[in-house]
């Protein structure tokens, strides 16, 4: 039972143009997301984030989007580069009562190639 | 910068070994995780720990136990290992409550494990 689903494996786009990564969750507890890029060989990397009580948030060339009644984010970038190939994770975080930890259910990843 | 570093990059056991997986923070972080990536599942949580020798079950337990003796160092151990467990492990770390950034996971960069 995903809880957090990127329906797309892979995603190709020229450089210059926008890429758009999407993520759809089933869990109303979720209240923070957050968007993952990893490389082959290395651990991923946090990229950006928005709390449930937002529907947008950008940094730059990358803005996710949350509309909470379809339970769907996405990640725009913009423009897109080669070196944002990579694989995107979507993560979703709910509230715990152990301790501090905050869990993070990711999604199985979308690879993303930007072709010069 | 947070820096999460695992005590191997590439692992190879035979099945029934016994086998440790180390990793420390430098941050000074109070939670600690261990995930498995694998083709199309995404991340999936194994174990975490909010708490020096406190440790609580993720979505996929079996087969695994952990140890964190030290606020800095979180280890995962497979008792028997088993071709099933052949898989890229990573470990991450995030602050506490208290913290802005209390939401971010800081990963290191993986032990690829094989079993044979």
């Known amino acids: 039972d995903q809880q957090v689903k990127q329906n797309s494996p892979s995603l190709s786009v020229q450089e210059g143009r926008i890429s758009i990564l999407n993520c759809d969750y089933t869990?109303?507890?979720?209240?923070?997301f957050l968007w993952y890029k990893k490389y082959p060989a290395e651990g991923p990397t946090f990229l950006i984030s928005i709390s449930s009580i937002k529907d947008k948030n950008e940094d730059g060339r990358f803005t996710v989007f949350l509309n909470k009644s379809a339970k769907h984010l996405s990640l725009h970038i913009v423009p897109s580069q080669p070196g944002d190939s990579a694989v995107y994770f979507c993560?979703?975080?709910?509230?715990?009562?152990?301790?501090?930890?905050?869990?993070?259910?990711f999604g199985s990843g979308t690879q993303l190639t930007v072709l010069p | 910068d947070v820096k999460v570093t695992q005590s191997s990059r590439y692992l190879v056991k035979r099945t029934g070994e016994k086998v440790f997986l180390e990793c420390v923070q430098d941050?000074?972080?109070?939670?600690m995780f261990w995930y498995r990536q694998d083709p199309g599942l995404g991340l999936r949580l194994i174990y975490f720990s909010y708490d020096v020798k406190m440790k609580e079950k993720g979505d996929i337990p079996e087969g695994y136990s952990v140890s964190r003796e030290k606020k800095e160092r979180f280890s995962l151990i497979l008792e028997s290992a088993s071709t099933n467990q052949t898989s890229m492990y990573l470990c991450?770390?995030?602050?506490?409550?208290?913290?802005?950034?209390?939401?971010?996971?800081?990963f290191g960069p993986g032990t690829r494990l094989t079993v044979t």
């Open positions: 991450a770390s995030s602050p506490g409550q208290g913290s802005q950034r209390r939401y971010e996971q800081y």
């Open positions: 869990n109303s507890m979720f209240d923070y």
């Open positions: 941050m000074d972080h109070e939670n």
């Open positions: 993560a979703a975080s709910a509230r715990r009562t152990s301790g501090s930890a905050r869990q993070l259910t």
